[in-house]
């Protein structure tokens, strides 16, 4: 059991739940009644629907680990907790249960995710969106990846197109954790959809080199005003300085944002919002971060 596996047993407990790694997922037995999870009732969808202006924002990291969902879920958690809007959290990471451990949803009877929509669909329901989307703290939604890996292929091209057309009604912010090879997927015209890329990296050799190769094939060299560079963990291994990084990079980076094991231990935890409560150094940069993102947006 790793030291994660030990915190969430820590936390589980406290709540009167046993933690078993191995367990399966709830979410395979969900019965077909259950309730909606939490869309906002009042919208609607279909051609009557009124089509909101939605950002959206597609984060990708340059290399595992380095921090990509950490940042998206910070930066979403931030956005439902001090502006006045409607925020949609999309984690894309099929096969992984990162954001259902970190939000407390693993033992929720009634989850649904992403792979449990009946595809090949023309366009998705509404109430088939409601059950999909799980409302959590402050303005703050979700929706969930498929456990299953062999679901990978239902969240590429078409059906992305479909997925992402549907929530930019209904959503103001929507904030896209998305493993990197999903943005090499030709059938989908990310630049159509993103109003930014915020590109996720750390601070060592293999990281800055991948970061390179994404950015080339996203073909952003030419458009300064759609993609953020986010250096990320820089304090923790100080291989490449940051005058460094900057010279090797052909952008500019955006931020730097520090490594802190306390604020790590209360994002596994607590979750992402909690963070917002401590005036430190991290947390400074990741406001600070979002605040700029904000006004660039909106
Ligand atoms: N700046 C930071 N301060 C403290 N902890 C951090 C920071 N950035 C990331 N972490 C922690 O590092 C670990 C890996 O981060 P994360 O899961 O966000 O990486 P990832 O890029 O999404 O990885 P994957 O490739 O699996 O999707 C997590 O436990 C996260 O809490
Ligand atoms: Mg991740």
New binding site residues.
């Given amino acids: 059991m790793n030291e ?1 596996d030990l915190l969430l047993k820590e936390k589980l407990k406290k709540e009167g739940h046993e933690y078993n790694p191995d367990d399966s997922d709830p979410a395979d037995n969900w019965p077909d009644n259950s309730e909606p999870a939490g869309l906002p009732l009042e919208k609607t969808m279909g051609p009557a629907a009124p089509k909101k202006d939605s950002k959206i924002l597609f984060f990708a ?1 340059s290399k ?7 940042i998206s879920n910070a930066v979403a958690a931030y956005y439902a907790k001090s502006k006045n809007k409607n925020v949609l959290l999309a984690d894309l ?1 099929c096969g ?1 249960k ?1 954001s259902r451990l970190l939000f407390n949803l693993s033992l929720k009877s009634n989850l649904r995710d992403i792979g449990d929509i009946e595809f090949d669909f023309k366009e998705i329901d509404f109430n088939v969106l409601k059950r999909l989307v799980v409302s959590l703290e402050d303005s703050l939604h979700i929706v969930l990846p498929p456990l299953k890996f062999e679901k990978a292929p239902l969240m590429t091209g078409k059906n992305l197109d479909i997925l992402l057309d549907s929530f930019s009604g209904l959503f103001d912010l929507i904030i896209v954790d998305t493993p990197f090879y999903l943005l090499q997927d030709k059938n989908i015209d990310f630049l159509e959809y993103a109003d930014m890329f915020i590109l ?1 990296t750390q601070a060592d050799l293999i990281s800055i080199s991948n970061l390179e190769v994404i950015f080339s094939n996203l073909c952003l060299e030419n458009m300064p005003a759609r993609f953020e560079i986010v250096i ?2 820089f304090n923790s291994r100080p291989v490449i300085s940051p005058p460094r990084i900057i010279s090797m990079l052909k952008a500019p980076v955006s931020i730097f ?5 306390d ?2 231990l209360l ?2 935890t607590r979750g992402p919002a909690p963070m917002f409560d401590y005036n430190l150094r ?1 947390t400074k940069a990741i406001s600070d971060f979002a605040e700029s993102l904000f006004e660039k947006l909106f």
């Fill in positions: 994660n990291g595992g680990g380095c921090g990509c969902s950490f990471n992984k990162d996720v990320n963990k944002i520090p490594y802190d094991r604020i790590e994002y596994l991290i």
